[in-house]
């Protein structure tokens, strides 16, 4: 599914990412770990095509994707990809089912049938009676539900999640975990999250390690 080799990164004379080599099975869970400024996140987002890297290659469903124009990788990105984020960042103003369905009118899909799957979604995870609701007028977890809603939009090939517990009580976070691990089951998405959340690592297919910019 993901397959990247040779990934380096570098902020000025700081070198975060020194040389990584990853490779992602179809419908596998994989949990990277590590210190704070281990270089996790700009991997994720690298991965995720947030950002580009400074040498290396990626490949995911086998298409070279750092060879595409800004334009065309945006547009792989909004149709491959499902981000779940620590802070869900839900659109304020928008309702529930708006919020996820936003990666779908951005793929100018229509707009009748991207409701109907939104409201599959929401209920799916147990927000049917959410769907007009702002996010203001939500719990925490609630929230993070329709985040994963909103991931799961344009059925991607592959979700990658960084720290998605992080904001959540013990409980919320328990149900999230074991949410992630039902939509592979269901779904067969291929799922990589970054975590400090040991008992989540644990779960996982596999758990790596980051330390100083490399996999272990």
Same mark, same amino acid.
């Given at each position: 599914m993901l397959e990247a080799t040779n990934i380096k990164k570098r902020?000025?004379?700081?070198?975060?990412? +020194? #040389?990584?080599? !990853?490779?992602?099975a179809a419908g596998e869970v994989v949990s990277i770990v590590g210190k704070s400024g281990a270089g996790k996140s700009t991997?994720?987002?690298?991965?995720?095509?947030?950002?580009?890297?400074?040498?290396?290659?990626?490949?995911?469903?086998q298409e070279d994707v750092f060879a595409m124009r800004d334009k065309r990788l945006a547009a792989f990105r909004n149709e491959r990809i499902g981000f779940v984020f620590q802070?869900?960042?839900?659109?304020?103003?928008?309702?529930?089912?708006?919020?996820?369905?936003?990666?779908?009118?951005?793929?100018?899909?229509?707009?009748?049938?991207?409701?109907? +799957? #939104?409201?599959? !979604?929401?209920?799916y995870l147990g927000l049917a009676n959410r769907a007009t609701h702002k996010p203001d007028q939500m719990?925490?977890?609630?929230?993070?539900?329709?985040?994963?809603?909103?991931a799961l939009m344009n059925e991607p090939a592959i979700v990658?999640?960084?720290?998605?517990?992080?904001?959540?009580?013990?409980?919320?976070s328990q149900e999230l975990h074991e949410l992630l691990f039902r939509l592979r089951a269901d779904f067969g998405q291929s799922f990589i999250i970054v975590t400090?959340?040991?008992?989540?690592?644990?779960?996982?297919?596999?758990?790596?390690e980051m330390i100083d910019g490399i996999l272990v």
């Open positions: 902020y000025g004379e700081l070198e975060v990412l +020194r #040389g990584v080599d !990853l490779t992602i991997l994720l987002h690298i991965l995720g095509t947030l950002d580009r890297p400074d040498e290396g290659q990626l490949l995911i469903g802070f869900h960042h839900l659109l304020p103003e928008f309702t529930a089912l708006e919020n996820v369905c936003i990666p779908a009118y951005i793929a100018n899909r229509d707009q009748a049938g991207a409701e109907r +799957r #939104g409201r599959e !979604l929401l209920s719990s925490g977890g609630e929230q993070q539900r329709v985040a994963v809603a909103r990658f999640a960084d720290e998605p517990s992080g904001n959540l009580d013990s409980v919320n400090h959340n040991e008992e989540l690592a644990e779960m996982s297919d596999r758990r790596l």
